[in-house]
């Protein structure tokens, strides 16, 4: 049996409410840290950002191995599966 749901949407929730801030997207198959600068329909943007290769206990401060991309970084929405900010 469907259930009929009723979403409603808020401004400046989700990832909007995050800008500005350094946020960690776990995605299909990777994990990206990074400032959040920029968000649209299809992708947001990171400074500063990094890919992380193995977290650690998620409580530490620092990732165990996470690596500097060069420049700015665009990561495509419908790949992130879960994010926030974790450091």
Aim: charged letters at 25%; one cysteine or more; a negative charge.
């Amino acid at each position: 049996m469907k259930k009929v749901v009723k979403v409603i949407e808020v401004d400046g929730e989700g990832l909007e409410a995050l800008m500005g801030e350094r946020v960690t997207l776990f995605c299909l198959n990777y994990i990206y840290t990074g400032k959040l600068v920029g968000v649209n329909a299809a992708f947001v943007k990171l400074e500063a950002a990094a890919i992380v290769y193995e977290t650690g206990p998620l409580g530490d401060k620092k990732w165990l191995d996470a690596q500097e991309l060069p420049g700015d970084w665009y990561v495509q929405i419908s790949a992130i599966e879960s994010f926030g900010l974790l450091k």
